[in-house]
């Protein structure tokens, strides 16, 4: 199983889609390290710098419709070979969700309203996210705040997010 959270990034906006997470003129390249340094590039947010506000970042949190857009199975690959192992939103595309679930990150989604409280309280803050599979619960950390917030993981997608993702998952059955 993947190492789970860490430092959040922010990303203060619904409809962010495949095109923005790794630009489509990517798609040519041979490899999943390959697609690292364009993570994000084409994301238009006020104030958001991919190349110094990426480093670091193992979560992410956003709005709506997280991954809309192409079915590329390249946008969660981005985002892994960046450390990104947690997307947390009020929703996904359905097929980005499983695509992320399939390389065995975790597509978690949250009501608007808890979204609306995540944001208020820890964005541009220093926030670290300690994810509890088991459990699963996330926790938000900054300064002298924490906030503990449960997700729903269930089943297949569990059983892929515990292997490492569907090669590590078929490798154990079959």
């Known amino acids: ?20 997470i790794i630009p489509a003129k990517y798609l ?19 104030g958001f ?13 956003t709005r709506t419709n997280f991954g809309c857009g192409s079915s590329r199975e390249h946008a969660p690959w981005a985002l892994e070979m960046n450390g990104i192992t947690v997307v947390i939103a009020g929703s996904f595309a359905r097929i980005f969700r ?22 208020a309280e820890f964005a541009g803050k220093d926030t670290t996210l300690e994810v509890n ?11 002298h705040k924490e906030k503990k917030v449960s997700f729903a993981l269930k089943g297949f997608d569990r059983a892929l997010v515990t292997a490492g993702g569907w090669v590590e998952y078929a490798a154990e059955r079959y």
């Open 133 to 143: 599979v088991a459990e699963t619960t996330f926790t938000f950390k900054a300064a």
């Open 98 to 119: 499983q695509n992320m679930y399939n390389c065995g990150l975790i597509a978690a989604e949250l009501p608007a309203a808890e979204l609306d409280a995540l944001f």
């Open 49 to 61: 710098d991919p190349k110094k506000d990426l480093a670091g970042k193992r979560a992410v949190l």
């Open 1 to 20: 199983m993947k190492t789970f959270g860490g430092p959040v990034l922010f990303l203060d906006r619904s409809d962010i889609n495949t095109d923005e």
């Open 28 to 46: 040519t390249e041979n490899t999943r390290e390959a697609l690292t340094p364009y993570l994000l590039e084409d994301l238009k947010l006020p």
